[in-house]
């Protein structure tokens, strides 16, 4: 396949695989717990550690976002002669920091994807065929974050039990303003100003190619939060035994996710400890498996951007170019 | 493709300078007597500008919606139902934008020729408005095309009653004036519990996308998408700010204003009715000129009114 073929196809396929796995919750929380891991590995390399420590805001971004298989690797190959000389800069490490997000959501689509197979195959699938990750997202939200008790990575993720709530009322704000109408408008200006980022919007002159890149690149409202509320608030038994227990989702067990919950609550985590759970976490969850992988790509990532693999290389052990992700 | 350093920065600027020039454009568009849109809001930060042209629209098809024997088309086109992903969170996201009235009608009139269908799902128009459905039927179809270009049309038509704002905390500041409209009295709460309320919004939305949408220059969204969340914040302190206040703004939204009053009720007002009243405020002015247009465009397609009467509708 000639490279403007493959670059078209991967570019392509940004807006046309739209229902690929993608929970935000669980995303924003594999990558928060592989950079509580990456953080102690002397294998993952400094500039991607200090970019997200000093973004991290951004790279949780990055793990919410689309793209990866297009843009992890060529951000880390732009910038990395400028690590260590005047040029790097704030842009390198907001662009570095989307990048570990970037591949950290690949390390949770391709760990999590194939099981998510499981409810697209029930022949009545409840509320949706998404049933998988609505529940996954409802048992990430209390176990990694406390049901908001313990505050993500970045400062202006804001989680609570409001989070997967019915006009989130329970929040004292919502005696004072109609919570149902705010969202509403709210939502729009999310929507609309995310769409003032995109290229075509100015660019663009043709009305009829307008419109196309409109209905693609709008950020549609797809999921109804009524399905991730109720999995929260009333999770089914027959639900949660075959979407979380049976597939083992999570272990809060797993040695490598207590090490990423000790990290996470701010206490040193040892290299050897790391190192050591990393090894048997492909017997574990698959919320373990997707923690080791993740930081099996950041090595990658860390050998892409010390040249000791080239793109190619890169791209096969990241597993860009099997395909899959979005 | 990947662009150098230098590239993006330029990409950047250079879309300050396009906004920049397409509100030079289209004021010379003016004055050369062309049919022109209004100019893009300029704020120059990633968010810009705050959510009063989504109320405006939103009111607007509240209003339109109780619209005397409004085809079938129109009704979906502009579903106000933000559960649904269809066509409703289609129209009111276009909002203003660079195309004009001229250029908008041919999209219509061609779906007005050959009615509603979707080739690409060969799926029905109820399948595509089931709230059960998961989204799965939403893509593509003449629904969302008829979608944009409606939205489109208003889109302009509502920014030339849009709120003027100097900034984005200015607009904050004025999008809180109209939730205080919205919610009427309510209990004292504290600037703290409303931001949070605000920023605990945002996971939600952010989840019912799945995913952001990156640009095709990924590597410059990724800085624009840094900026647009210190924006959110930005907003969202200044919105809380302006809520509280004693004496909120309400020379752009008047609760007591006929056309809010309508829009706000449950019970079904005749549109010819509602039209003779007059509006008090600039918002309420905004939702007559939409429902006069809607309420044109509805005559059109039932082939009452040319389309040259459309036209001067949305002037």
Redesign the interface.
């Known amino acids: 396949m000639s490279f403007f073929l493959s ?1 078209f196809l991967k ?1 392509k396929s ?2 046309t695989k ?2 690929l796995m ?4 669980t ?1 924003i929380a594999v990558c928060e717990d592989i950079v509580h891991l990456a953080n102690v590995m002397p294998t993952v390399e400094k500039s991607l550690k200090q970019s997200v420590a000093h ?1 991290p ?2 790279c949780q ?2 793990s ?4 990866n298989h ?2 992890a690797l ?2 880390i ?3 990395r002669s400028h690590w260590n000389t005047p040029q790097w800069n704030e ?1 390198a490490e ?2 570095y920091a ?1 990048s570990v997000g970037w591949i950290c ?1 690949r390390a949770a689509d391709l760990q999590m994807k194939p099981i998510y197979k499981v409810s697209k195959s029930d022949e009545n699938p409840p509320a ?3 049933a998988n990750r609505v529940y996954h ?1 409802a048992v990430t939200l209390h176990e990694v974050y406390g049901d908001g008790k313990i505050p993500p990575l970045s400062p ?5 039990t ?2 997967f709530e019915q006009d ?1 009322r329970s ?9 149902p ?20 919007l ?2 663009e002159k043709d ?2 190619k ?2 196309a890149q ?13 399905w ?1 509320i109720d999995a929260y608030q009333h999770p089914v038994a027959e639900r949660t035994e075959r979407y979380v227990t049976s597939m083992n989702y999570y272990n809060a067990n797993d040695s490598i996710i207590k090490l990423a919950r000790a990290a996470q609550q701010g206490n040193t985590i040892p290299t050897t400890e790391v190192t050591n759970a990393l090894k048997t976490a492909s017997t574990e969850s698959q919320y373990a498996q997707a923690l080791e992988r993740g930081c099996r790509y950041l090595e990658y990532a860390s050998q892409f951007f010390r040249k000791e693999i080239d793109q190619a290389k890169a791209e096969v052990v990241i597993e860009i170019s099997m395909g899959g992700g ?1 | ?2 662009t ?2 230098e590239n ?1 920065q330029r ?1 950047i600027h250079r ?1 300050d300078f ?2 920049f020039m ?1 509100f030079v454009g289209a004021g010379m568009m003016v004055g050369m007597g062309q049919v022109s849109a209004t100019p ?1 809001l300029n704020f120059s930060t ?6 009063s042209s ?2 405006l629209m ?1 009111d607007t098809v509240k209003l339109a919606l109780n619209i005397p024997s409004l085809v079938q088309p129109i009704k979906l086109a502009i579903n106000p139902d ?2 649904l ?1 269809v066509a409703g ?2 129209a ?4 203003n934008n ?2 004009s009235v001229s ?2 009608m041919p ?1 219509v009139n061609g779906i007005k020729s050959h009615g509603l269908h979707d080739p690409k799902k060969n799926s029905t128009l109820v399948k595509q408005i089931n709230p059960l459905s ?3 039927g ?3 179809g003449d629904v ?2 008829l979608a ?2 409606v939205g489109g049309l208003i889109g302009n038509v509502l920014e030339k009653f849009n709120v003027d704002a100097k900034d984005l905390a200015d607009a904050a500041k004025k ?1 809180a004036a ?2 205080r409209g ?3 009295k ?5 600037d703290a ?2 931001q ?24 410059a ?6 900026k ?2 210190i ?3 930005t ?1 969202i302190a200044a919105f809380a700010k302006g ?1 509280l206040e004693d004496k909120p703004d309400t020379s752009f939204y008047n609760s007591k204003d006929p056309f809010i009053i309508a829009a706000n009720s449950n019970s079904t007002m005749d549109t010819e009715a509602l039209l003779t009243n007059k509006a008090i405020c600039k918002y309420g002015e905004g939702l007559k000129k939409g429902l006069h247009v809607l309420n044109t465009l509805n005559q059109y397609w039932t082939n009452k009114v040319t389309e040259e009467i459309v036209i001067k509708a949305c002037a």
């Open positions: 670059s570019a940004i807006v739209r229902y993608s929970e935000h919750i995303h973004y805001d951004e971004m990055g919410a976002a689309r793209g297009i843009f060529p951000i190959e732009k910038y842009e907001i662009a989307f959501h949706s065929k998404k997202d202006r993720i804001i989680l609570s409001a989070t989130m929040l004292p704000a919502t005696k004072g303003i109609d919570q109408n705010l969202e509403r408008l709210l939502n729009g200006l999310i929507q609309r100003s995310l769409l003032d980022q995109q290229d075509f100015d660019d009305i009829e307008w419109i409109f209905l693609t690149k709008q950020q549609r409202l797809g999921d109804n939060l009524q991730y979005e | 493709m990947i150098t350093e993006i990409e879309r396009l906004r397409g893009m990633p968010v810009k500008a705050g959510f989504l109320a939103d933000i559960q992903p969170n289609i009111r996201l276009v909002g660079s195309f250029q908008w999209i998961d989204g799965e939403a893509l593509g969302q095309r944009v270009a999008d109209i939730m919205i919610s009427g309510m209990s004292a709460i504290t519990e409303l949070a309320l605000l920023k605990g919004i945002i996971p939600r939305s952010l989840t019912r996308f799945h995913t952001f949408i990156p640009a095709d220059n990924g590597i969204w990724t800085q624009r998408i840094s647009w969340r924006d959110m914040e907003y809520y």
